[in-house]
């Protein structure tokens, strides 16, 4: 790929979005992550906003599995505030709660 192709591609780019949760220690909550033209968001299901950042405001902490779901979450820090992202759903998320038999 030349340096022309290389440019065209990155014109094309829509980003990323995907299903996740902002993990809290009493009850996670649905978003969506998006990422695009170099910025970072979490829109919540109740249409609140986790953040929404510049990638330059962004870093990432770590990426915690405990044994479970490898790499199934990230630890970042968004505009100097530590958030807890989940690709899984958390069990404490309430949408697992729903999910249960009763």
Known sequence: MNDADRSDAADED????CVAWLYKAFGSKLGILQLHD????LTLSDGGTAFDASLDDVEVLGWPSYGLAPDSQVKLKVAGKKHRVCFVAPTNAPEMAAALPR
């Open 14 to 17: 829509e980003g990323l979005v």
């Open 38 to 41: 170099d910025q970072l968001s």
